[in-house]
């Protein structure tokens, strides 16, 4: 009897083990990025850029082009890329204190300027890689390294949202905000960033997925916990879906 394998592992993805803690959602964001290009043939022409924060390893796991930006700067350098080589498909990788703080005004223009490139956007309330300081997008009340009384949001603005505010912008052409801790959502957030991909190969501007993922580490939880904190807390304040899809035929 001849055994048909059920999963094969895409080779958008190097063999390197993770180096991510358990339950981060991380490198299941990479895996789900990995299998889009490959499923679309573009592994040949990619180009990632990945800034510092957790993201920065994305070189060790993925299989394509990747280069790195200062904290922040991915779409700058992005944009660079893909004006020169606009055959490419050019992918921004970044996490919240990397996108909505210290990179705000990098996102806002590259968006505002309707560049063809995509962005994964990682979302786990915090500034992980640094040991869990308060990002744009904590909680309100969430307790943090900075905020250790609980994010006050009369003293410190509420939680940004990112794809709600970037499918404002004419620029954008497709905006949508999945989540990586259920398989079925999983599928979907894969689906999300396949469509975001699409948007840029028919050159229409730029798109956006944002992944809402945990951090147990920097939770304070169990990776068990931390999906139940994701579901019941995050995502009533991040309401999943698709805000902005201007692919033509679907727009809404
Ligand atoms: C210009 C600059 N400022 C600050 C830092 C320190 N730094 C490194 S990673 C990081 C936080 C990244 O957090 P986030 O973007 O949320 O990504 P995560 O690690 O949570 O995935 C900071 C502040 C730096 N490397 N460069």
Redesign the pocket.
Known sequence: MSLKPIFTRTPGLKTTPTSYCPGCG?GVAHRLMAEAIVELGARGRTIAVAP????VYGYDYWNFDTTEA??GRTPAVATAIKRVLPDRMVISY?????LAS?GLAEIMHAANRGERITVIF?N?T?????GGQM?PTTLAGQITTTTPYGRNVDETGHPLKIAELLAALPGVKYSARGALHKPGLIRKAKSYILNALKIQEANLGFSIVELLSS?PANWGLTPVKAVEHLEKVMTPVFPLGVFKDETPGQEG
Do not use: E, L, P
């Not at 915090?126 to 640094?130: E, K």
């Open positions: 991380h510092v924060g957790c993201a200062a904290h970044q996490g919240d204190g990397d210290i990682i786990n915090n500034y992980g890689m640094t990002a951090c």
